[in-house]
C-alpha cells in the first residue's frame, strides 16, 4: 500500500503550481487527473530505474488522493502487484509526471476541462 | 363792467329759478343807467343784493371772515325753506353773467355758485376763451382781481349800514379800501417783496472758506471721475475674458455630446452586468473545480477501471468457492460415514470420492489469486464511486456548456464596453468643464467688482458736483448780496418817497372829489364845508369856512349818510374803477331835501349801471316820475304769504296798477 505521506518530483510539483495559476486547479485535484490518464495509456512504470520524488509539497494521502484514493491504490497493487510501499509511491509519481504532461499548459479551466471530456 | 344776467334758484325768499335782466337799456345815444327794484320790507330787495355780493366777493360778502364751518351753515341757511321741505337734497344756485375788461379782453362772463343743505359750495366760472378747467381757489383768485374784496363794500352796499363809514374816526374802515383803490397797497407789497428778496439772498452766507472748499471739491470730483474710468475701462478689458471661456465652455460641451454622453450613462449599467457575469463564471468554474475533485477522475480511465473490477469479480468468485470447498471438505467425512451407512458401502472409499469430487469440480484454476482481497462492503462502495464518476462526467458537460455560454456573453459585453468613450479621455473633459466654471464664476465676480467699484466712484463724482454747485451758488449769492441790499435799499427809499407823495397827491384829488361831491348832495348851508383826509389814517374830517374842524359824530344819521355817499362817489372816480353800483334802501333815514338831491344828483350819475332796491316809501311816484328818464327798467318784488316766497315781475308799483286799470 501506499505510504500515507507523499510527494512528487521537483518538475512535476512545480508543474502543478503552474497549472494552478492558469486554471485555478489545486496540485492535488491535478495530481488525481494526471494519474488517471496515465493509468489508462500503456505507460508502465520501471521499478527498476530510480525515480526521484524530492519535491518539497509532503501531503497526507488522503489529500493527495481524495475519494479516488482505494481505487488508485487498487489500481496500483493490481498494476504492480510485487511493488509495495516507496516503491509504490515512485511509481504514482511517475504515473501523475506522465498524465500531467498533456495537460501542464493549458492557459484556463475551460480548455482544461475541455481536453478531459 | 355791466351786470346783464342774474338767476337765483331757490336763493332765500326765492322758490324756484329767477332770471332778472340787469342789462341797462339805451334810448337812443342817451344812456338809461338805472335798474330799479321795488319791493316792501321784507319781499326780498336784500336778497337780491346778498346774491350779487355773494356772487362776487365769496365769503368775504359776509360783514366778518368767516371760517369754513360758518361760511357752510352762512350757505344752508340761504338755501330757500319750501325747497328745503319739499326736497332734502335741493340745491341753491346763483349765477351772474357780466361783461368786463379783464386782462386786455372784453368778454361776457358767468360765475355760478351751487350749494346744497350741507352748505359745500361749488363755484364754476365761464368764459368764451377760457378754458374753465379751474379749482375752486382759482376761480375766487380771478374774481377778486376783476373786484377788490375791499372795494366790494363801496360798489355793493345796504344805505343804512354804509352810515357807518362815516362814524368810523379810526380809518381801518377806509383805509385799506383807498390804498386798494389808489394803488397805494401795490407800492406796499412791492416793500414786503423787496425784504424778502434781501431775507432769501443773505441766508446763504458765503464764508471765505468756500473758495478753498470748492477748489477741494474741484480736485476730488476729477479724481473721481478718473477713477471711474479707469474702472469701466478695466470692466471692458475683463468682459471678453469671461465670453471667450463660455465659448470654450460651450465647446466642451458639445465634444462630450459627440462622445456618445448617451453611452457614458449605460456604461455603468453594462459594468454592473459585466460585473455579475463575471461572479457567475466564477461560480461555474467553483462547480467545475468542485466536479474535479470528487470522483470524477475515475472516467478518466474506464478501461483500467473496467479491468480492476473484473479483476475484483473474479476474486469476488474464487473466493466464495474457496470457502464452500473448505466447508464442504470439512463436513466429507461426516458425509461419507452417512452415507456407507445408507447406502452400506466402504466409508473410506465414499470419503475419497467426495474429495475427488471437490478437486475436479469445485477446482479452482492456477492461475487464479486473491492479490487485492477487498470485502464485499469495500467492493460495492467502489461500485458507487465509479457511478458517481460517470455521473461526474456528464455533470462536467453541462457545467461547461454553461461556462462556455457566459464566457461568449462576456466577450461581446467586454467588446462593448471596450467600444465606449475613453472614460478617462470624458473625465478630463467634465474636470476641464469644471474648472471651467470656477475660472467663470470668479471673472464675473471681479467684473462685477469693478463695476461696483466705478459705479461709487460715479456717484462721488456726482455728488461732488451737486456740492460744487451748491458752493457756486453760494459764491455768487455773496458777491450779488452787496449789490442787491445797495439796491433794495436805494428802491425801497424810493418806493417809500414815490408811496408818500403819491398818497399827498391822490390824498388832495380825493379832498377836492370829496368836497364836490358833497356839496352836489349837502343842503345849502353846507356847500361852503371842504373836506380834510388824513393821509397816513385816511380819516375824513370836514373842516367849516373858518377853518374849523366838524366833529363827525354830532352829524345826524342822514347827514352821516349824505357823508358816506359823497365818500363813496368821490373814491369811486378817483379809482377809476368802472363797476356797477347796487344800492339797498338808499333813501331810509334821508329827509324830503337829501333824498331829491340823491335822486336827481347821485344815482344818475353814479355809474353806468345803478342797481336801486327800494321800497314803495323811498322811491315813490314822485320821485320815479323824476328817476324815470334814467330807468331802463324796473322790477318789482312781491311776497306771497301762503307760500312765503317771492316773486319778481318787471315794472314797479304804479307802473303795473297803470296797467292794470288801462
Not at chain 2, 303 to 331: G, Y
Amino acid at each position: 500500500m501506499l505510504p500515507n505521506r507523499m510527494q512528487l518530483s521537483r518538475t512535476v510539483e512545480e508543474q502543478l503550481k503552474k497549472l494552478k495559476g492558469y486554471t485555478g486547479v489545486t496540485p492535488n485535484v491535478s495530481a488525481r487527473i494526471a494519474f488517471f490518464r496515465s493509468i489508462e495509456s500503456d505507460f508502465r512504470y520501471n521499478p527498476a530505474t530510480e525515480y526521484a520524488t524530492n519535491g518539497s509539497l509532503t501531503l497526507d494521502k488522503i489529500t493527495w488522493l481524495g475519494r479516488t484514493q482505494e481505487v488508485t491504490e487498487l489500481l496500483l497493487k493490481h498494476t504492480y502487484p510485487d511493488l509495495e510501499g516507496k516503491q509504490l509511491q515512485q511509481a504514482w509519481a511517475a504515473h501523475v509526471e506522465h498524465g500531467i504532461a498533456s495537460l501542464r499548459n493549458q492557459k484556463n479551466i475551460l480548455k482544461l476541462a475541455a481536453n478531459l471530456l | 363792467m355791466i351786470f346783464k344776467k342774474l338767476i337765483m334758484q331757490n336763493f332765500r325768499v326765492f322758490n324756484g329759478k329767477h332770471s332778472l335782466d340787469l342789462q341797462p337799456k339805451k334810448d337812443g345815444l342817451l344812456s338809461k343807467p338805472i335798474i330799479l327794484f321795488g319791493g316792501l320790507n321784507g319781499a326780498g330787495k336784500t336778497s337780491i343784493l346778498t346774491a350779487i355780493r355773494l356772487l362776487l366777493l365769496g365769503r368775504r360778502a359776509l360783514s366778518f371772515i368767516p371760517n369754513n364751518k360758518e361760511y357752510a351753515d352762512y350757505l344752508s341757511q340761504q338755501l330757500n325753506n319750501k325747497a328745503k321741505k319739499e326736497d332734502n337734497s335741493a340745491k341753491a344756485s346763483i349765477s351772474l353773467e357780466f361783461t368786463h375788461t379783464h386782462q386786455g379782453k372784453h368778454g361776457v362772463f358767468t360765475i355760478n355758485r351751487t350749494w346744497g343743505v350741507d352748505g359745500k359750495e361749488k363755484i364754476s366760472f365761464e368764459h368764451a376763451d377760457e378754458n374753465s378747467n379751474l379749482t375752486s381757489e382759482q376761480i375766487q383768485t380771478i374774481i377778486s382781481e376783476m373786484i377788490p374784496p375791499g372795494i366790494g363794500d363801496l360798489f355793493f352796499f345796504d344805505g343804512e349800514k354804509i352810515a357807518e363809514l362815516a362814524e368810523d374816526d379810526t380809518g381801518v374802515y377806509l383805509k385799506e379800501a383807498v390804498q386798494k383803490l389808489l394803488g397805494l397797497d401795490i407800492i406796499e407789497r412791492l416793500n414786503i417783496d423787496l425784504d424778502i428778496y434781501l431775507n432769501k439772498e443773505s441766508e446763504g452766507k458765503a464764508s471765505a472758506t468756500i473758495q478753498k472748499e470748492i477748489t477741494d471739491l474741484q480736485k476730488q470730483k476729477e479724481s473721481f471721475k478718473v477713477e471711474a474710468d479707469a474702472y469701466k475701462e478695466q470692466a471692458n478689458e475683463l468682459y471678453p475674458k469671461i465670453t471667450s471661456l463660455r465659448f470654450e465652455m460651450s465647446q466642451i460641451e458639445k465634444s462630450i455630446q459627440e462622445r456618445g454622453g448617451a453611452f457614458a450613462i449605460t456604461r455603468d449599467e453594462e459594468k454592473g452586468k459585466q460585473k455579475s457575469l463575471e461572479r457567475e463564471i466564477d461560480t461555474i468554474k467553483g462547480k467545475v473545480l468542485h466536479e474535479l475533485d470528487g470522483a470524477f477522475p475515475l472516467s478518466l480511465a474506464p478501461n483500467a477501471v473496467n479491468r480492476l473490477f473484473q479483476q475484483l469479480a473474479q476474486e469476488k468468485e474464487l473466493k466464495a468457492k474457496q470457502s464452500f470447498n473448505e466447508q464442504f471438505l470439512a463436513q466429507t467425512e461426516k458425509l461419507a460415514t452417512e452415507l456407507s451407512a445408507a447406502l452400506e458401502a466402504d466409508g473410506a472409499q465414499v470419503n475419497e470420492l467426495l474429495k475427488a469430487y471437490i478437486v475436479t469440480n469445485g477446482g479452482i484454476r492456477a492461475e487464479s489469486t486473491i492479490s487485492l482481497d477487498i470485502s464485499d462492503r469495500e467492493f460495492h462502495q467502489l461500485e458507487s464511486l465509479r457511478d458517481d464518476a460517470n455521473e461526474s462526467k456528464a455533470k462536467l458537460g453541462n457545467t461547461l456548456s454553461e461556462l462556455t455560454a457566459a464566457e461568449s456573453v462576456l466577450d461581446s459585453l467586454t467588446l462593448r464596453i471596450q467600444r465606449a468613450p475613453d472614460e478617462k479621455e470624458l473625465v478630463s473633459l467634465y474636470e476641464r468643464l469644471r474648472e471651467l466654471d470656477k475660472a467663470v464664476a470668479k471673472e464675473k465676480e471681479v467684473y462685477k467688482d469693478v463695476l461696483q467699484k466705478a459705479q461709487k466712484s460715479m456717484t462721488k463724482a456726482l455728488e461732488s458736483a451737486k456740492r460744487l454747485e451748491k458752493l457756486f451758488n453760494q459764491q455768487k449769492n455773496e458777491k450779488s448780496l452787496q449789490k442787491a441790499v445797495a439796491r433794495v435799499s436805494s428802491t425801497q427809499g424810493a418806493l417809500q418817497e414815490f408811496s408818500k407823495k403819491l398818497t399827498q397827491l391822490r390824498v388832495a384829488q380825493l379832498e377836492d372829489l370829496f368836497a364836490l361831491a358833497y356839496r352836489k348832495l349837502a343842503r345849502k348851508e353846507d356847500l361852503k364845508l371842504t373836506a380834510k383826509i388824513n393821509p397816513e389814517t385816511f380819516d375824513v374830517a370836514l373842516v367849516d369856512l373858518d377853518g374849523m374842524e366838524i366833529n363827525r359824530k354830532s352829524l345826524s344819521a342822514g347827514e352821516k349818510q349824505i357823508f358816506a355817499f359823497a365818500i363813496l362817489e368821490a373814491l369811486g372816480k378817483l379809482s377809476g374803477k368802472v363797476l356797477p353800483v347796487v344800492v339797498d334802501t338808499p333813501l331810509g333815514r334821508l329827509d324830503s331835501k337829501h333824498r331829491d338831491k340823491l335822486i336827481k344828483h347821485y344815482f344818475p350819475e353814479a355809474g353806468e349801471q345803478v342797481i336801486l332796491l327800494s321800497t314803495d316809501t323811498e322811491v315813490d311816484a314822485d320821485f320815479y316820475s323824476i328817476l324815470q328818464p334814467e330807468v331802463s327798467h324796473a322790477f318789482e318784488i312781491n311776497f306771497d304769504e301762503t307760500t312765503r316766497c317771492s316773486s319778481v315781475t318787471e315794472g314797479y308799483f304804479w307802473e303795473n296798477q297803470k296797467a292794470e286799470i288801462a
